[in-house]
């Protein structure tokens, strides 16, 4: 199984990146990739026409960076929720559809472009709590390990 993650932006902070590593680490079994685009810059009171423009930049970058036939899920505020257990289903699904590939993107701090968002498979959305995109990267690498531990019936879950 490959798994893709496509984040807008490098984590900056330690216990992130080191958070992200163990989850990378446990997940060895599969072959993962993490992209990171670079943001578009915006001055400290950006315009509703800055925030969309930047927004169509960062989202043509992560069009060219999805793998080919991956069934993709934009994590977004309007996308829908899901138990881990119903997110491992998925996972398995594709794993045994033959696609074999799932990509997982993640927007900076104003979310992602509309043709991001119409480009993928699915929405997936964590809460409708908000969260820094940078902790949502180690809260999806932490469900995406969970949902592997389910698939394999492990303690890890319970």
């Not at 599969?30 to 423009?53: F, H, M």
């Not at 989202?59 to 899901?82: D, H, N, T, W």
């Not at 932490?142 to 019936?153: C, D, K, N």
Request: net charge positive; proline share 3%.
């Amino acid at each position: 199984m490959n798994i893709t993650l496509i984040c807008v932006g490098k984590l900056k902070e330690k216990y992130l990146a080191d958070a992200c590593s163990e989850y990378i680490k446990r997940l060895s079994a599969y072959k993962l990739n993490v992209i990171e685009v670079a943001p578009e810059r915006l001055g400290d009171s950006p315009t509703d026409g800055e925030i969309r423009a930047a927004l169509e930049k960062e989202g043509r970058k992560i069009i060219e960076k999805l793998p080919k036939s991956s069934f993709v899920y934009a994590m977004c505020v309007e996308g829908r929720q899901r138990t881990s257990e119903e997110l491992s289903a998925e996972i398995d699904k594709i794993k045994l559809g033959g696609t074999g590939s799932v990509t997982f993107i993640i927007g900076g701090s104003f979310g992602l472009s509309d043709e991001v968002k119409q480009k993928a498979d699915e929405k997936l959305s964590m809460s409708r709590m908000t969260f820094p995109h940078q902790l949502a990267r180690v809260m999806l690498l932490e469900q995406i390990y969970r949902a592997a531990q389910i698939s394999l019936g492990t303690r890890y879950h319970k």
